[in-house]
């Protein structure tokens, strides 16, 4: 390698110096940018045509290997068996593991797989209609009070005050988001659901927590994630460190599946079901509400094989949808227009 | 609603005919806007100056109405989009984690039993991709080539049909067939294909037609309502403010007086989501009644049409013709000072 580059080094050599004189009085060793751009190759290999549509019809890989068993010739077979590492032994170690997009490494996970029709309806009609409804005009030159300071200051004649950390804001202990003016980049969208399922009577009978595990995974298509209480509560008849509840981080493409076979699937099918309860969310774009378990019996992915589920195990569950909306009213309104009623007073 | 749009309103009511609002505080309350802005907050709020003109000339203010149709059905995928997807999905058949299968069926009940069978004569768990075989002597020959046939979608189609239609009963009868035929016809044990509804297509008659009056056209994409006027342009339907109204109120005037009122529509917000101002020229302004109207400013409110279909018949606008176009069709149909002032209003897709 190093000899060829030695070669391909003089040959370079020779041609500087068969160039003008300008270039010829340059020292061999004042190599800069653009002298090396000379010795870059022009072909680019998008000009090379593809390969004729005979040789891909007539490629049988089966044939192939067939034939050069019965030669007697085998592949190598170190170079086509790779295993990643299992373990991460540092940046320094000569065995690295492949990047987490590449197939063959062990965190790799596939998808996407298709593109929700729910998203699609998203980003040609819902999104647009939510500019439109939440656009807040101002007129030309108009620039908002900046607001440099939103925690309160200690006001009075005690000498404590001096130094001291500002207060919050009445009523609470921490600040509530700030909504920015609606623009085309910040239109609300759903960024993740989270489905929850608390089951106690886990800590007797742990077919209980696996029955939630297979629920949850079946209805949401994400692999469940099971906790454990974080203390004794006795009026709730949780002990510490038993495993009561199972979540689902439902992300990405998943939401979109999840939640359009929520909408057009289980909420109509659901008897005498007011909706979603209007004051439901936490301030900051958040909503959840629940389903009971006969509610949740109603899934498509339940309901083929009902039978199949120990009986009286199917448990209800807590559904939080995660908006990218500042406040509750916005996150409402996207979750109306993607089809989940709502009853009551509606949250502002 | 904030203060300054019921300034603005408060306004326009007391004024007889509609105007501009910046021709207006120009020439009448731009002295007095200033002057409560300069005691406000000087620094918060920035009115820049505006040139004052002759104090009469103004612009009429007009209403339009951009009634959309909202795509239907879901877009054709790009051809490297739907490789990609197939390509994903195949590689998942062979990193999924394998069926819980003791979790839903018992050890040697029937039902487990009753799973073995149909797992045996199906194969794989996703028909439509074709069947992944992970062990053996050629497990490494798990890539389509190209121009499989399960890369075509309406192959994939099919796959899908063929699952529904299937009752899971086939290899029962495989199993005593291959024994004797004459005793499987006797036992009775006959097979049933329910016929299962195929999907409705993606092109419709209308399509086909070039019929653009119909709504039921090119379902993939957005489609606007345009309508031939009385110089014979084709425009979003459109009307000079009146009285006291506002654009929401004036937008759902427009659409039945243009439309009819066999139309269920839904005028989005309050908001115009875009504006088109047009310029009389010269000798057409200082012929006309009104020599001090400059143009007109329209500002499009933002519809959806949600059932029924425009009925020009007895319209109060003096429309002789509709259509329902897509994007690009608009372009073609419109005058090019029209669509560079409305082409950012209107979806791609």
């Known amino acids: ?348 | 609603m904030n203060a300054g749009q019921q300034t603005t309103r408060r306004i326009a009511s007391k004024a007889g005919r509609s105007i501009c609002r910046s021709c207006r505080d120009s020439s009448k309350t731009y002295a007095t806007a200033a002057a409560a802005v300069q005691t406000e907050d000087a620094t918060a709020q920035h009115i820049p100056p505006v040139a004052t003109p002759s104090q009469a000339l103004s612009y009429a203010v007009n209403a339009g109405v951009v009634l959309s149709r909202p795509p239907v059905l879901t877009r054709d995928l790009h051809p490297f989009e739907a490789a990609f997807f197939l390509y994903q999905r195949r590689l998942n058949e062979r990193l999924a984690l394998p069926f819980t299968r003791y979790f839903y069926f018992k050890k040697k009940t029937p039902a487990d039993l009753e799973w073995k069978r149909k797992i045996k004569q199906r194969l794989t768990p996703a028909r439509d991709i074709g069947r992944y075989k992970g062990y053996g002597e050629e497990a490494w020959n798990d890539e389509l080539l190209v121009g499989a046939p399960e890369s075509e979608l309406q192959h994939q189609v099919e796959r899908l049909l063929e699952d529904a239609e299937q009752s899971g009963e086939e290899g029962k009868e495989g199993e005593n067939g291959e024994e004797d035929t004459s005793a499987a016809m006797a036992g009775g044990k006959t097979v049933k294909h329910d016929p299962v509804e195929r999907p409705m297509p993606r092109v419709t008659e209308a399509d086909i037609k070039g019929d653009v009056k119909s709504l039921n056209r090119a379902l993939p994409r957005t489609l606007y309502l345009l309508v031939k006027n009385r110089d014979g342009q084709w425009m979003f339907p459109q009307d000079k403010m009146q009285g006291r109204e506002n654009l929401h109120m004036a937008a759902e005037r427009i659409l039945t007086k243009a439309g009819g009122v066999n139309m269920n529509t839904w005028v989005v917000g309050n908001q115009p989501i875009g504006h088109y101002i047009h310029d009389y020229p010269e000798q057409v302004r200082s012929s006309s009644p009104n020599p001090n109207e400059l143009g007109f400013k329209t500002f499009f409110m933002k519809a959806r049409i949600m059932a029924g279909q425009a009925d020009l018949k007895n319209n109060g606008l003096g429309l002789s013709d509709f259509q329902w176009l897509a994007k690009e069709e608009v372009q073609k149909a419109v005058e090019k000072p029209y669509w560079h002032a409305i082409r950012n209003m209107l979806a791609e897709r």
């Open chain 1, 1 to 348: 390698m190093a000899l060829r580059d030695l070669s391909l080094r003089t040959a370079s050599l020779f041609g500087r110096n068969a160039r003008p004189a300008v270039h010829a009085v340059c020292p061999s060793f004042c190599r800069n940018a653009s002298l090396e751009a000379v010795e870059l190759e022009t072909a680019s290999s998008l000009e090379v045509p593809p390969p004729p549509v005979e040789a891909a019809q007539n490629f049988d890989p089966i044939a192939r290997s067939r034939a050069r068993r019965l030669r007697k010739k085998p592949l190598p077979p170190s170079r086509y068996q790779f295993r990643p590492p299992k373990y991460y032994r540092g940046p320094l170690h000569p065995h690295q593991p492949p990047p987490v997009s590449d197939p063959a490494s062990r965190l790799f996970q596939p998808g996407p797989f298709s593109l929700p029709r729910l998203e699609q309806t998203y980003q040609t009609t819902i999104a647009p209609d939510l500019l439109t409804l939440t656009y807040q005009h101002y007129p030309y030159g108009f620039k908002h009070p900046k607001v440099t300071q939103r925690l309160r200051e200690w006001t009075g004649d005690s000498p404590y005050f001096k130094g001291r950390p500002l207060r919050g804001p009445r009523g609470s202990s921490s600040l509530r988001l700030l909504t920015p003016p609606r623009t085309w980049r910040n239109v609300p969208e759903i960024t993740k659901v989270v489905v929850h399922t608390m089951v106690p009577e886990a800590q007797e009978n742990s077919a209980h927590l696996h029955v939630a595990g297979m629920v949850v995974q079946a209805m949401t298509n994400v692999r469940a994630q099971t906790h454990k209480s974080r203390s004794n509560v006795v009026s709730w008849g949780l002990r510490k460190d038993k495993y009561v509840s199972v979540t689902a981080d439902v992300e990405r493409e998943d939401t979109f599946h999840f939640l359009s076979k929520l909408v057009d699937v289980v909420l109509p099918k659901i008897k005498e079901w007011k909706g979603v309860s209007g004051t439901s969310g936490d301030g900051s774009g958040n909503i959840s509400f629940g389903l009971t378990p006969d509610q949740v019996a109603l899934f498509p992915e339940i309901e083929v094989n009902y039978d199949s589920y120990p009986p009286k195990m199917i448990p209800g569950c807590h559904i939080t949808v995660q908006t990218s909306a500042t406040n509750d009213r916005d996150a409402l309104l996207l979750l109306q227009s993607i089809g989940i009623p709502f009853y009551g007073k509606l949250k502002d």
